[in-house]
């Protein structure tokens, strides 16, 4: 069986057990596989931008999670919360007010 054929809630458990254990770079791998097999799967989306940003990859944290507020509009607030270190930022701060 092709590793392509998971299903993409396997890919994404998987991806979140990488990411406990801080393996960022293979849990977006993971989490993109998520996402190829189920484009609108926003909570992959929006996993791949927590792990861009424990690598510190703002550019690529913030495309991910632009993507996952237009799937989900309603994570804003948690999005808020949980991207704090970015608050101050003015690509962050556009990305929110765009999903309002």
């Known amino acids: 069986m092709a590793l392509e054929s998971f299903h993409p ?3 994404y458990e998987f991806g979140k057990i990488l990411e406990k254990h801080q393996h960022y770079l293979d849990a977006i791998t993971a989490y993109k596989q998520a996402i190829k097999l189920e484009p609108d799967f926003e909570e992959a989306w929006y996993r ?8 510190g990859d703002k550019n690529n944290c ?5 993507e996952a507020l ?3 509009p309603d994570m804003r607030k948690d999005v808020v919360k949980n991207f704090a270190k970015f ?4 690509d962050f701060q556009r990305i929110i007010r765009d999903t309002n």
């Open 48 to 55: 791949v931008a927590v792990s861009y940003a424990a690598c």
């Open 87 to 90: 608050a101050n930022d003015e």
């Open 9 to 11: 809630d396997w890919w």
């Open 62 to 66: 913030l495309e991910y999670l632009a």
């Open 70 to 72: 237009k799937l989900d």
